[in-house]
């Protein structure tokens, strides 16, 4: 069975969920990438200010704001010294000393620390998230989901093997020049490989990215971390909606 068969067997077998938090003010695809504008990681009034990473973030902020460059390298360099962070984390990072004209080391550049497979379904947007921190996650259109924190290492090979994937797909391709594109169309399917250099991805419609030899492997990839995803038990997956 193929990805977008099985995202579409889905729509009638989505896991059953339970209440969760509110999706923040971005959203939840805004938030999968790593990218957001430096002045929104954290939010101004996040209460996360206080806390690491966050305070290395707001501190940078706070250098921007009184022109201070110096400094507010210094503050993203701490998050990227910290070890045990989430991808995420190093990704906001990156975007922020991009944002200051600090490029990352050639060595580090093209690592792919997430992976987001984007489809375009008839009835809305669905997504993959798999992070090189273990964790993943997996949106249905309707806003159902499986979050996965890394409780155990169960999926890891999964994670790994897509991240593999698209680390292949990564070395081929430059880094997108642009802000990030609006969510893919009905019919298209965007891989998305997140790097200290920046988004790299690809985008086709189903059948043509499943016969890539670059991209197939990515999709064959993610349709197996769904599979294993949804598969999981609700007390080791959170299920959201």
């Known amino acids: 069975m193929g990805l977008r068969q099985f995202f579409d067997k889905l729509k009638g077998a989505a896991p059953t969920p339970i209440p969760a938090p509110t999706p923040p003010p971005t959203g939840i695809r805004e938030v999968l990438f790593g990218d957001?504008?430096?002045?929104?990681?954290?939010?101004?009034?996040?209460?996360?200010r206080a806390v690491e990473p966050w305070v290395w973030f707001a501190a940078a902020q706070q250098a921007q704001a009184q022109h201070d460059a110096v400094a507010a390298e210094?503050?993203?360099?701490?998050?990227?010294a910290t070890a045990g962070l989430e991808s995420?984390?190093?990704l906001q990072a990156w975007q922020a000393l991009r944002e200051l004209g600090v490029t990352p080391p050639a060595e580090a550049a093209k690592q792919v620390l997430g992976v987001?497979?984007?489809?375009?379904?008839?009835?809305?947007?669905?997504?993959l998230a798999a992070y090189a921190d273990g964790?993943?996650?997996?949106?249905n259109y309707s806003g159902a989901g499986v979050v996965w924190e890394n409780p155990d290492d169960s999926l890891a090979p999964l994670i790994r093997a897509l991240l593999g994937a698209g680390q292949q797909v990564a070395?081929?391709?430059?880094?997108?020049?642009?802000?990030?594109?609006?969510?893919?169309g009905k019919g298209q399917v965007r891989l998305n490989l997140l790097t200290p250099s920046g988004l790299h991805f690809g985008q086709a419609p189903?059948?043509?990215?499943w016969q890539d030899a670059?991209?197939?492997?990515v999709l064959v990839a993610a349709q197996q971390l769904m599979q294993a995803l949804i598969a999981k038990p609700e007390q080791v997956a959170e299920r959201r909606q």
């Open 88 to 90: 995420r984390h190093y």
């Open 116 to 127: 987001v497979v984007e489809v375009g379904l008839e009835q809305g947007l669905d997504l």
């Open 36 to 48: 957001l504008p430096a002045a929104q990681w954290p939010a101004p009034d996040s209460d996360l």
């Open 171 to 184: 070395t081929q391709i430059g880094p997108w020049e642009e802000v990030r594109p609006a969510a893919p």
């Open 135 to 139: 964790s993943a996650r997996y949106y």
């Open 214 to 217: 670059l991209g197939g492997p």
């Open 206 to 209: 189903f059948d043509t990215l």
């Open 74 to 80: 210094q503050a993203l360099r701490r998050v990227l």
